[in-house]
């Protein structure tokens, strides 16, 4: 009786944490779409292949500082929309959020519209 609570309590907290692991990701993906996308029509893999990031070790160091090498590397490849929505996430929104969009494109959960 005790095991099967225990085993139901813990199955609960796995899945609560599991969704708030997801719904920085979630919100990521709308910053992106909504102030990337939009405007600039560059699908983050597009992004993340162009700049030659492969792994999140090339990754976070771009998002240092409120993402200033990230918003720097695509002012010189020629992404100034996109880098003007990166901005704008970050002075409006969390920058954690669009690092775990982009992490989670990175593993390969990658969105289908903006993808």
């Given at each position: 009786m005790k095991l099967s609570r225990l085993l139901v309590a813990g199955a609960l907290v796995a899945s609560i944490g599991a969704t708030?692991?997801?719904?920085?990701?979630?919100?990521?993906?709308?910053?992106?779409?909504?102030?990337?996308?939009?405007?600039?029509?560059?699908?983050?893999?597009?992004?993340?292949?162009?700049?030659?990031i492969q792994t999140a070790?090339?990754?976070?160091?771009?998002?240092?500082?409120?993402?200033?090498?990230?918003?720097?590397?695509?002012?010189?490849?020629g992404y100034k929309k996109a880098a003007k929505g990166i901005e704008k996430i970050v002075k409006k929104h969390k920058l954690k959020d669009l690092e775990d969009f982009f992490m989670g494109v990175l593993n390969g959960k990658i969105p289908a519209s903006c993808g």
């Open positions: 708030a692991a997801f719904a920085s990701y979630n919100k990521g993906f709308k910053y992106y779409s909504k102030y990337v996308f939009r405007t600039s029509h560059i699908k983050s893999t597009q992004i993340l292949g162009k700049l030659g070790e090339q990754l976070k160091p771009l998002l240092k500082d409120n993402a200033k090498g990230l918003i720097d590397k695509l002012n010189k490849a």
